[in-house]
């Protein structure tokens, strides 16, 4: 990775063109694990196929998980005779039947039947099982990827448990009523570039600012990985950590995760916001907001839905501003803090090396 104090950020022509937006499908998100779902929301009914898509409108990669008692299985949701969609709903089957030519599969994905093939030749091949698709449990979440090494992404979860193993995460409850989708008029990277630094806060966020410790603002990163630590001056809610953490005795408010390239965590005392950034087109952005409380009271007394709304609002007026100057002639690309900008080198490097090799 380049020298900090002397690397520069990426050229804005990522940011403009169609084309590298394009080539970052198949070079930054097909090799990824990304987000697909919460087991226990997918799985709350009787309903044991759940259709889902790895990043819908970008991959747009068609997938099912299936349930069986404690066993959990991912394959393609496309029929291996003419593409069509196995399910477009959560339903409860015992076999997989394709609705459009009758095509059978067992709930592993194996080829079972099909109708008028008998004069077929090297018939069936194991091309005409579903093929199976890589994904990862944490908690309750779901992971999935086209391409992954579900090894390497372990190593990232062992990373979120060393600081997040105290939180009863699985207990949380999740709060549709709060959950909401922003549109953002910018490229998605520029998104995560906002949010993977400090920087910024005193000058945008009055709110945030607040409670936070700005002179004690940390941030780390790891493979994969960049985690922001928010303080607070004492007075504050915190964390409660147990004997052995490695955060005790600190006044932490705040973990902010990213995980390479889109979804974020951002943990507080009142519990846990997921934000998944869903690339739309080269300049514009999808960023759903899921909320999963832990305490109720605590998130009121915060304002957890306000203070994130006046962020989110905040964060898109900047965001779109840059998408909006480096179209400017005058500009191409700029220099990193070493001290406030950590993460966002971390991630632009990233890039260049998944992109440019």
């Not at 097909?30 to 697909?36: A, E, I, K, N, R």
């Not at 008998?118 to 890589?134: G, H, I, N, T, Y």
């Not at 008029?185 to 570039?193: E, F, P, S």
Request: with cysteine; proline share 5%; aromatic share 18%.
């Amino acid at each position: 990775m380049s020298d900090i104090r002397s690397a520069e950020t990426l050229s804005s022509e990522f940011y403009r063109s169609t084309e590298q937006w394009e080539q970052a499908k198949e070079t930054i998100f097909t090799p990824s694990f990304l987000y697909v779902g919460d087991r226990q929301q997918m799985f709350r009914g009787d309903e044991n196929i759940y259709p889902t898509w790895i990043l819908e409108h970008y991959l747009d990669e068609p997938i099912l998980f299936i349930e069986e008692g404690d066993t959990l299985r991912c394959v393609s949701n496309v029929c291996t005779h003419r593409g069509f969609l196995l399910h477009q709903h959560p339903t409860r089957a015992k076999k997989l039947i394709c609705k459009y030519h009758g095509r059978q599969f067992d709930t592993q994905g194996k080829f079972l039947f099909m109708p008028e093939f008998q004069e077929a030749e090297q018939f069936p091949r194991p091309c005409d099982d579903l093929a199976s698709v890589p994904f990862v449990q944490w908690r309750q979440f779901l992971f999935s990827s086209v391409s992954g090494n579900p090894e390497i992404f372990q190593k990232t979860i062992a990373r979120l448990e060393s600081r997040l193993s105290f939180l009863d995460i699985d207990s949380f409850s999740f709060d549709p009523s709060l959950s909401k989708t922003y549109n953002v008029h910018a490229h998605w990277a520029l998104y995560c570039d906002n949010y993977l630094e400090g920087f910024h806060i005193p000058f945008v966020h009055n709110d945030l600012n607040s409670i936070i410790d700005y002179g004690q603002y940390e941030t780390e990163y790891y493979d994969n990985m960049v985690l922001q630590i928010g303080y607070s001056d004492g007075s504050g809610f915190c964390f409660d950590f147990p004997e052995g953490h490695p955060d005790r005795g600190r006044h932490v408010t705040a973990y902010y995760y990213w995980l390479y390239p889109n979804f974020m965590l951002n943990f507080y005392p009142w519990g846990v916001q997921l934000n998944i950034v869903r690339p739309m087109t080269a300049n514009f952005t999808k960023v759903e907001f899921l909320y999963y409380i832990k305490d109720r009271a605590i998130f009121e007394a915060m304002q957890g839905d306000k203070l994130a709304e006046k962020t989110e609002r905040e964060d898109e007026f900047v965001v779109e501003a840059v998408q909006r100057g480096l179209r400017s002639r005058f500009y191409s690309s700029g220099r990193f803090s070493p001290r406030r900008e950590k993460g966002v080198h971390y991630f632009h490097e990233r890039i260049k090396q998944d992109m440019y090799g």
